[in-house]
């Protein structure tokens, strides 16, 4: 957690010899100096970036990423327009020209920033046109002065403007795919209304004032489309008026989304301040909210609606919307730093939380979601969780903000996959099965396909697809927890003498049928939380075990057991569209035995055929899982919320016999333990 923003200074380390034109390094933090000849990259006086997002259909998701986006497309993401009453399009806010209607807010487009991605990256011509039929009417309902969307205000005269934010996103997608020269043009008119707005009416609201960095994005990303000067007048507006997110030792609130969203706000607007204080503060945010509620694995914190004094357990949970968000914002964060450990963070979410968020088949989902979680049910859990209602419940009618947010996790994450560099080259930042398409070099279009199985297997295959020799870097990242990694280049081994995670970059004068292999070893090892009571959770690689409890699904009607400010249409079909408790059918009660000399030692990691279905992240279909050795902890059980009882402080002293335990995947296990104590 002790980060510094790295500027002009570059550790490096040489890792080879020249092999036929052929250079690989293994870079600390790779440089920003130039700027990428063919992306939309920052104009100055903007701070140049490290990586550029490509354009939104660079990436064609293969494997298990494109297996959860078809789930997304067949199951809620695809089919919530016949389900929430905040798609109706009878009386909606956002169909109005006055944007006036009974319907409106941050609903839509919360669910159309991942239900328009999904269409364009799995080039589903229904969900485009759905899609269309939204951004159409977004787009032609701009009001004379400027402004658009529901007109909703929260105090005289003070405009909630936070509605619009998400939609200037889906507008800015929506570009990327059409170029339609409408959204430069409402967004342009737009700003400038927003710049007329006096400071004492400008994102005032709780919400807004948060999420003042989701506005800031959008500006700097019409900035550097048109070079309009009143963009950064308009954003210094912003930073002056959005909630203080460079506290040293607090937050200006501890609602778990905000956090997962606001945080980053104070790097963002480095990118004009120039100022490293800015980006510092962003890395004090992330560590502050960690240090207090993170002491838990998956690489979130505990904040089930807002963190609260007390409640640090890995019992307590994070809702849906606040994944969502960490993965985008360490996908925007790593573009604006370079700093490879965003990268990591983003995985360590998507692998081990994001998944379990869900049922197995994409149809439900849950507002809240643990570490520690050994019930899922329609039950009241306050004050054990903070909220009163049915807020663990799988539930497709349910959880109002998560229920549209949800759709955008898996999209974005395969979208940030790769990224541009400013030496016209290509990274490689979040490994899965897919084939991207990018300008190199002087321009060349080339295609990488990646094959690999990762997070579930160490190799990583690309095979270049070029129609001539082109020289470019291509830049492979090495995620922390990897200690060895191996490179081959149409299989000659490219040696690598490094003692630091970072990027391999190879200078290459590529040709076509090239190939590059990257050997990303894993090892087993024990993470012991010393500030959450000595538990210690298990960890392969990239992914974090959990125990394997048997999940009994039984189901229920999901407008019986819907939160109460849950919204339907009238024609939707609860027997159609289900909700689920899950409960356990086995114990969940134990500690694990650890060989404190050699914690490793103590599992035993076994390998299973790959799922047909290519769908991982399930109890019975996960392709690793590890063998343990613990002891039931008779004290340790359900308390008086209907949770599972506060961690015991290890070592915990127990007479009971050990016994075998089968650890599974976290992103996997709906119910969980992963954060186990330790018995003797």
């Known amino acids: 957690m002790k980060r510094t923003f790295l500027s002009s200074t570059l550790l490096f380390f040489v890792a080879s010899v020249s092999l036929h034109a052929q250079k690989a390094e293994v870079l600390q933090h790779t440089a920003n100096t130039g700027s990428n000849s063919f992306y939309l990259v920052n104009r100055a006086p ?6 550029t997002k490509l354009p939104i259909t660079s990436v064609t998701p293969k494997g298990w990423v494109r297996k959860a986006l078809e789930m997304q497309r067949d199951g809620l993401t695809g089919n919530l327009g016949e389900i929430s009453i905040w798609l109706s399009k009878t009386d909606n806010a956002w169909l109005n020209k006055k944007g006036k209607g009974k319907y409106g807010w941050e609903e839509l487009p919360y669910w159309l920033k991942g239900y328009a991605n999904i269409g364009y990256v799995l080039q589903n011509d229904h969900m485009i046109k759905e899609a269309k039929f939204w951004l159409n009417a977004v787009l032609n309902n701009q009001r ?13 005269g003070k405009r909630d403007l936070w509605t619009n ?9 929506y570009y990327e795919y059409s170029k339609d020269p409408r959204v430069i043009k409402l ?10 707005i006096p400071d004492d009416k400008f994102l005032e609201d709780y919400w807004e004032n948060s999420r003042g960095g989701d506005n800031m994005y959008s500006v700097y990303w019409l900035y550097n489309h048109t070079g309009d000067k009143f963009l950064l007048d308009l954003a210094t507006k912003i930073d002056k008026n959005t909630a203080n997110w460079r506290q040293p030792n607090n937050l200006p609130n501890w609602h778990n989304v905000n956090v997962a969203e606001c945080f980053r706000e104070p790097a963002q ?4 301040s120039g100022n490293l204080i800015d980006i510092n503060a ?15 694995p998956g690489g979130m914190f505990g904040a089930d609606e807002n963190a609260r004094e007390g409640y640090d357990d890995p019992r307590q949970a994070v809702e849906t919307c606040g994944l969502v968000e960490q993965i985008t914002s360490d996908n925007m964060l790593l573009g604006i730093t370079g700093d490879p450990f965003w990268a990591d963070n983003a995985e360590d979410v998507a692998f081990n939380i994001f998944s379990a968020a869900f049922t197995p088949d994409y149809r439900a989902l849950r507002y809240l979601t643990a570490p520690n979680m050994v019930v899922s049910d329609s039950k009241n859990h306050s004050p054990g969780i903070a909220n009163e209602g049915p807020f663990l419940m799988m539930n497709p009618f349910s959880s109002r903000c998560c229920q549209h947010n949800h759709s955008a996790g898996w999209v974005y994450y395969s979208e940030y996959s790769w990224m541009a560099t400013p030496d016209n080259g290509i990274a490689a930042q979040l490994y899965f099965e897919n084939e991207v398409q990018a300008k190199v070099g002087n321009g060349t279009v080339v295609t990488l396909s990646q094959q690999t199985k990762y997070p579930f297997d160490d190799q990583v295959e690309l095979t270049l697809s070029t129609p001539k020799t082109v020289s470019f870097p291509l830049y492979l990242r090495i995620p922390s927890w990897c200690k060895n990694p191996a490179l081959k280049i149409n299989g000659k081994v490219i040696a690598l003498v490094s003692n630091t995670n970072g990027y391999i970059k190879i200078s290459n004068t590529w040709k076509n049928g090239d190939k590059i292999s990257l050997q990303l070893p894993m090892e087993l090892t024990v993470r012991k939380w010393e500030r959450n009571k000595n538990s210690v959770s298990v960890n392969y690689g990239p992914l974090t075990y959990s125990l394997l409890i048997q999940e009994n699904y039984i189901q229920q009607d999901s407008k019986a057991t819907a939160i109460g400010d849950s919204r339907w249409q009238e024609g939707a079909d609860p027997r159609k569209w289900p909700s689920f408790e899950i409960k356990a059918g ?12 050699d914690p490793a030692s103590s599992f035993k990691v076994i390998r299973k055929s790959w799922p047909a279905g290519n769908d991982p992240f399930t109890n019975a279909t996960a392709p690793i899982i590890i063998k343990a050795q613990g002891k039931k902890i008779t004290g340790w059980g359900i308390d008086q919320y ?7 402080q290890s070592p915990v002293n127990t007479t009971e016999p050990a016994t075998e335990l089968t650890l599974i995947p976290m992103g996997g296990a709906r119910l969980r333990i992963s954060s186990f104590p330790v018995v003797e």
Do not use: H
């Open 46 to 51: 903007l701070q140049k970036e490290y990586f």
């Open 144 to 156: 004379n002065n400027g402004d658009f969307g529901p007109n909703v205000e929260k105090g005289e």
């Open 165 to 173: 934010m998400p939609m200037l996103w889906c507008l800015q997608s």
């Open 187 to 196: 967004m342009t008119k737009y700003f400038k209304w927003q710049l007329s």
């Open 269 to 272: 607007y480095y990118q004009q």
């Open 282 to 296: 962003t890395y004090n945010n992330f560590k502050i909210i960690r240090n207090k509620y993170g002491q838990v």
């Open 586 to 597: 086995s114990d969940w009660n134990y500690g694990l035995l650890i060989n404190e000399k």
């Open 642 to 648: 209907g949770l599972a009882a506060v961690l015991p």
